[in-house]
Each structure stands twice: as structure tokens, then as C-alpha cells.
């Protein structure tokens, strides 16, 4: 079945460090990638997404380009800042599925720390 | 808008015991979700609602866990009979779509409620 395998944390930065955290993925079709963050007591928050292969999700300085022949949707950002401290996901929805809804799965999480 | 609120945000149960999980989906939001989130893993689909029909339930990991959705909007996890595997933080997530579509309806997660079992 689809599945998500992403880096294991937890990471350690500086304040404007690069950030790569790299998230490989197995799927029948071509599914929907997504990059989900969680910050320290809050829920889930989709942080980007793509659709489609060579398609680059960005945004707050992060992005990631949905890679087909390497399966993988690795996630950067040029300069991390202590407010980037969470946990990130990466996940998928297979637009295929027998389902009537977004069934989304997800990553193991990475952790991330920046420090000042 | 509000979000997505979910009570309580910790509960500590001793096996044996049954608990409610409440989540509140966002106003309007035809989707609801449940999850479950071992510690250090990411969340793992539970069941899906569409307004108060229960499509699936695939995710439930035994007959002890049960969920509804009456009216259509605030929707209950019930945990009977606690057992310690069940120690988890349970997510709720609602969405605004009716019907999947080629592009993704993006799901709008609470904070989750942390359950302990001791």
C-alpha cells in the first residue's frame, strides 16, 4: 500500500542554517504530496502542497518540488529562524483511492530545534 | 473563525475505564476526520464522516472504539473499556468538501487530546 518515509529527527539547527528534511514516498498513481507542521500545542497545519510531478510547493520560505523519478518530496529552507521549531510531516492522498474523501497518509514526523 | 477546538485537551483514564473525546469541526465543514497519533509517529487515519453518515471505519482498531456524529457537526470518539496500547494523542480534522475532488480539500486539524492509560 501507499506509504511516506521521511528523515529521522530529531534535527538540530542554528538560526540561519539550511534546512533540508527529505521524505521519500510509495505509491500506486501519482499522488498529491503535502508538507504538514505542527508547532509546539497547536494541531496540523498544511505548510505546502504539490500536485503533480516537477510541481514546487512554497511558502513561509519553505518549499518543495514533487520529484517522480526519485518518488521523493524533500522539504528547504535557505534560512531557518527559532520560530521554525516544530514538527514536520510529509504526506500523501492518492487521488485514486477507492474513496470518497482525501484519505491522506502520513510520515513518521520530524522534529526540528533551532537555536539562536 | 474559530478552528477546529477538541475537549478535553488531556485525560488520564485508568484501564478498564470508558472516555469521550469531543471535537468541534469547523463551522460548515461537511468532513470530518479522526486520527491517531502514537507518540513519535505520525497520525494514522481512524474514520470518516460526511455530515452524520459514517463512510468509513476501516481505521478503528477494535470494537472498543466508537464514533458519531449525529447532527452533522460536533462528533464523539468513545473508548470503551481502555486498554494501555490505547495511550495516544487523537486528532480531529474537518474539511469544507462534500465529494473528493482532483484537487485536494484541505484538511483543518485540532489540537488534539492527549489520552493516557495507566
Known amino acids: 500500500g501507499d506509504s511516506v518515509t521521511q528523515m529521522e529527527g530529531p534535527v538540530t539547527l542554528s538560526e540561519e542554517a539550511f534546512l533540508t528534511i527529505n521524505c521519500t514516498y510509495t505509491a500506486t498513481g501519482y499522488p498529491s504530496l503535502f508538507w504538514y507542521v505542527q508547532y509546539p500545542g497547536e494541531g496540523l497545519q498544511l505548510l505546502l502542497k504539490a500536485t503533480k510531478a516537477d510541481d514546487k510547493g512554497s511558502n513561509k520560505g519553505f518549499e518543495a518540488t514533487y520529484r517522480k523519478e526519485t518518488t521523493s518530496f524533500h522539504l528547504e529552507k535557505g534560512s531557518v529562524q527559532v520560530s521554525d521549531s516544530a514538527v514536520y510531516f510529509c504526506?500523501?492522498?492518492?487521488?485514486?483511492?477507492?474513496?470518497?474523501?482525501?484519505?491522506?497518509?502520513f510520515g513518521p514526523g520530524t522534529s526540528l530545534s533551532v537555536i539562536p | 473563525g474559530a478552528g477546529v477546538s477538541q475537549s478535553p485537551r488531556y485525560k488520564v483514564a485508568k484501564r478498564g475505564q470508558d472516555v469521550a473525546l469531543r471535537c468541534d469541526p469547523i463551522s460548515g465543514h461537511v468532513s470530518l476526520f479522526w486520527y491517531q497519533q502514537a507518540l513519535g509517529q505520525g497520525p494514522e487515519f481512524l474514520t470518516y464522516f460526511q455530515n452524520e453518515a459514517q463512510l468509513d471505519k476501516s481505521g478503528l482498531p477494535s470494537d472498543r472504539f466508537f464514533a458519531e456524529r449525529p447532527e452533522g457537526s460536533v462528533s464523539t470518539l468513545k473508548i470503551q473499556r481502555t486498554q494501555q496500547e490505547d495511550s495516544a494523542v487523537y486528532l480531529c480534522?474537518?474539511?469544507?468538501?462534500?465529494?473528493?475532488?482532483?484537487?485536494?480539500?484541505?484538511?483543518?486539524f485540532g489540537p488534539g487530546t492527549r489520552l493516557t492509560v495507566l
Open positions: 480534522a474537518s474539511s469544507l468538501a462534500i465529494s473528493r475532488r482532483t484537487v485536494y480539500n484541505e484538511q483543518f
Open positions: 504526506a500523501l492522498s492518492d487521488p485514486r483511492a477507492k474513496t470518497s474523501y482525501d484519505k491522506v497518509i
